[in-house]
C-alpha cells in the first residue's frame, strides 16, 4: 500500500520560512510527477507548484520567487520550501503524487498539514 506522509507545517511569523516535505512509501515502480496544494475553509483545493520526474517545474503565480518545489528521489521524497511567508499563505497543505504501480499509473494524496502565518 502507498502513502504520502507530509511533516513541517506550524505557526509561522509573517516574512517567515517553512519547510514542508513528503515521503511516499510501500511498493511501488517510479513517480512520475508530484505536486502540493492548499485549501483554506470554503474553498476549492488549488494547485500550489508541481514537478515532474522530468525536472519540469510550475508554480502558481502568487507564489513565484518564494516557494521552491524540489524533490529527493533516492527518498522519494518531495520539499516545498516557503519564503516570505505571508497570511493569506495560510491554508491546509497536501502532497500529491502521481505513481506508478505495475503498469498503472495513480495518484495519491497526503492527510495535509496545517500551515498558519500569523502576528
Known amino acids: 500500500q502507498v502513502q504520502l506522509v507530509e511533516s513541517g507545517g506550524g505557526l509561522v511569523q509573517p516574512g517567515g520560512s517553512l519547510r514542508l516535505s513528503c515521503a511516499a512509501s510501500?511498493?511501488?515502480?517510479?513517480?512520475?510527477?508530484m505536486a502540493w496544494y492548499r485549501q483554506v475553509p470554503g474553498k476549492q483545493r488549488e494547485l500550489v507548484a508541481h514537478t515532474t520526474s522530468g525536472g519540469t517545474t510550475n508554480y502558481v503565480d502568487g507564489v513565484k520567487g518564494r516557494f521552491t518545489i524540489s524533490t529527493d528521489n533516492a527518498k522519494s521524497t518531495v520539499y516545498l520550501q516557503m519564503n516570505s511567508l505571508k497570511p493569506e499563505d495560510t491554508a491546509v497543505y497536501y502532497c500529491?503524487?502521481?505513481?506508478?504501480?505495475?503498469?498503472?499509473?495513480?495518484?495519491?494524496w497526503g492527510q495535509g498539514t496545517q500551515v498558519t502565518v500569523s502576528s
Open positions: 510501500g511498493s511501488f515502480v517510479s513517480i512520475t510527477a
Open positions: 500529491y503524487g502521481d505513481i506508478v504501480i505495475g503498469r498503472l499509473q495513480y495518484g495519491y
